[in-house]
């Protein structure tokens, strides 16, 4: 948090891409980001941008803003441009989560259209080398990654570590698969399963538990 907090007020274009592989946490850290200083900022804005950034921009800020009304009033060759003057007007300091911007011209495109906009602009994105300041994410230590397991599901059996482990080892350690499984493990248990019979049953549907740790066989990863 404090990297990007130190990176924004350091440039005079504000802007930090978070990038890593899908699930790896981009969009909590985003969140984090946000609740950790929304305080400072006199207005914030979250975009989901899978289908574009200047398509989410103007879909969603146009009316955040109330101003929907002037904007169809301008010419629509100039509206991004009258979206852009309203934005830079604002008080300051304000900030802008763009997130799941999985396209890099999409982003191109942003820092064309928005250049010079003077919000404090954070991106999460599987796109690298596209901005000067990124963030690369990398998997959750060990450590970690058993500690957010944890706090969604845990057992007393005998296997539980060993089992624990593997699948750790096997999915990456990677964020989304963790809570994913664990939460769902959790609700499992009340049926009585464990950790144990659970991957017993995926393995029979997919999941295969090795010597040493999980393959998981689907058609992606077979195309990766």
């Known amino acids: ?130 901005v000067k300041n990124e963030i690369y994410i990398n998997h959750l230590p060990q450590p970690l990654a058993k500690q957010l397991f944890e706090k969604y599901y845990q057992e007393t059996t005998s296997t539980f570590e060993n089992f624990l482990n593997r699948f750790l080892r096997a999915v990456g350690y990677n964020t989304l698969c963790i809570e994913i499984f664990a939460k769902n493990l959790r609700e499992m248990a009340a049926l009585g399963e464990t950790m144990e019979s659970f991957l017993t049953k995926l393995e029979r549907k997919g999941l295969y538990l090795g010597n040493d740790s999980f393959e998981i066989q689907t058609d992606y990863t077979q195309n990766k």
């Not at 005079?12 to 891409?17: S, T």
């Not at 950790?36 to 899978?50: G, N, Q, R, S, V």
């Not at 011209?105 to 796109?127: A, D, K, Y």
């Open 1 to 130: 948090m404090l990297k990007i907090r130190q990176t924004l007020n350091a440039n005079p274009q504000p802007l930090v891409l978070v990038n890593g592989e899908g699930g790896i946490g981009k969009t909590s850290i985003a969140a984090k980001y946000w609740h950790t200083y929304e305080k400072d900022y006199k207005h914030l804005a979250w975009l989901f941008c899978e289908s574009g950034i200047v398509n989410a921009m103007c879909n969603s800020l146009v009316y955040s803003l109330k101003i929907e009304d002037r904007f169809k009033q301008v010419p629509e060759q100039s509206q991004l441009e009258f979206l852009k003057n309203e934005l830079a007007g604002l008080e300051r300091e304000c900030l802008l989560i763009l997130d799941n911007a999985n396209d890099k011209p999409h982003i191109e495109e942003f820092l064309q259209v928005f250049n010079g906009l003077g919000w404090h602009v954070l991106i999460t994105s599987r796109c690298q080398k596209v």
